[in-house]
């Protein structure tokens, strides 16, 4: 009955105190939500019985916040919940939120690589300007060469490569000057 993935498990005595075999000390629910704020995965077992309790404890923990106006849930959706336990829906459901949840994770994933990828110097006067000169630039370095070339040589390839850092340097190093003014 240990947890051998790296999931935390959490027993449950018979006293209907919770158990961390991680740290040897009793947790509460709020304990057991942090962890899983945290990223941790964690499952609860009855001690005895061995049953998995994990889902029951989920939604208490869910309960227990909703109740103390930590809203996260519409009352729509607590409602079309109910009403699928007791609807052909019922086989559907539990996959649909799944999925929904995980293109909610994806999508907000995104958006944070989003916001650390957008350039604060985009919305800068001048700044539209600077990158065309630096495609201007960029055309002029490999303008001489023809349609049926290969690519570069290794050497030719480490070559680019370090101008290229020193190019994005030099623009990092203007940026911070820019940004300075």
């Known amino acids: 009955m240990t947890a051998t993935d790296g999931t935390l498990l959490i027993k449950r005595y018979a006293s209907r105190r919770l158990y961390n075999t991680e740290t040897s000390d009793y947790v509460t629910l709020e304990d057991i939500a942090r962890f899983i ?9 009855d001690l005895k019985s061995g049953d998995d309790l994990t889902r029951q404890y989920l939604l208490q923990i869910i309960a227990e916040h909703e109740s103390k106006g930590e809203s ?3 009352i ?3 409602t079309d919940l109910v009403r699928s336990y007791t609807t052909q829906a019922q086989s559907v459901v539990p996959d649909f939120l799944a999925m929904s949840f995980e293109m909610l994770k994806q ?3 995104k958006m944070v690589e989003n916001m650390t990828a ?3 110097m985009a919305s800068m006067p001048g700044f539209e300007a600077m990158r065309a000169q630096q495609e201007a630039f960029m055309k002029a370095m ?4 023809s349609s049926n070339w290969s690519g570069p040589s290794p050497e030719d390839a480490e070559s680019a490569e370090d101008e290229l850092g020193q ?3 030099q623009l990092a190093d203007l940026q911070a000057k820019l940004s300075k003014m």
């Open 37 to 45: 704020r945290d990223g941790r995965e964690v499952k609860i077992v």
């Open 72 to 74: 996260v849930l519409p």
């Open 76 to 78: 729509e959706v607590l």
């Open 107 to 109: 999508g907000q994933s």
């Open 118 to 120: 957008m350039n604060p």
């Open 142 to 145: 490999t303008g001489g060469l």
């Open 167 to 169: 190019i994005k340097k």
